[in-house]
């Protein structure tokens, strides 16, 4: 902690200040930037974009998760909840954004009779060719040249939904809790309530502070764990490890099963945040797409 962290903090709890939401912002800083990287040099479908939309939804998110842990050093939680809603509208924004991709895709495949009589290779260098000229889906162009903005909150929950690609996977999240985040976001937001004015004041008492953070961490838990299993089951070759293409490229034989390892920053991840508290989520994703993210007992990997 710096000397002005040290300073806007020094009148705040010990409690406040050691509880663990601070350690998870840090790690899910870091994971998003290491994630940004990671995945920059892979060109998203777009015709408007040269880069990785997802890069750069990720290296934003990174910069809102930054912001949230200075504020919440100050102890202003009402403006901490200004920014989980952003974080909230943005993580949505990126799954409807794939899902339309996804989508896109699958008319392709769908719709073009030539598909039909490909085999798995040549489709593979079909999509390869469609990709290289851009998959034109009207909204997201629009959005990417600043014509039009993408639907609101409103519209992309229920849509996100519906999608027949996360159907299974959305329904292992409740979404009624989901629905009273939201609403506390916006409560706070707007100042509904006399109490959300009183949570960003400079004076409050320690037990009513720490009682409201808990509250902010598990509703950033929450939102957090939705978005990164959402991303990793759309996309499970954002996690792959890079062992497998490295020994291809050096005219070496891969070791068995490495196609399946996922990049050490992204399992420890896994293990300190995601997994103690979605264990279920984390299996989902294992037995959809094969990648060894969690240890069984028995130490036998999946």
Known sequence: ???????????????????????????????????????????SPTRNLLGNLDSSFFDSLAGTVESMRAILLTGRITDAYTLLRKFNESTLLQIYTMLCFEEKIAELRD?????????????????EHVFKQGIYVEEIEDWLTGDKSLPNLRIISPKVASFSTTSQLDALFDSQKYKQISE???????TNYYKHLVLNQRHLKNETLIVSLKQFAQDFRDLLTKHITFVLFLHPEYMRSSDYVDHLECGLVPEHGSEYWIAPFIKDF?????????????????????????????????
Do not use: A
């Not at 409690?15 to 920059?40: A, M």
């Not at 506390?184 to 707007?190: A, K, L, M």
């Open 184 to 190: 506390r976001c916006n409560d706070h937001v707007h």
């Open 1 to 43: 902690m710096d000397d002005n962290e040290s300073l806007r903090s020094e009148r705040l709890p010990e409690e406040y200040l050691e509880h663990s939401i601070f350690g998870d912002l840090v790690q899910t800083e870091e994971f998003y930037e290491f994630l940004s990287d990671l995945i920059w040099p892979q060109i």
């Open 270 to 302: 896994f293990n300190n945040v995601i997994t103690p508290l979605r264990p279920e989520v984390v299996e989902f994703i294992v037995s959809k797409s094969g990648m060894i993210i969690i240890e069984r007992d028995d130490d036998m990997e999946i």
């Open 111 to 127: 719709t073009s009779p030539k598909i039909e009589l490909m085999d798995q290779e040549k489709f593979v260098q079909y999509l």
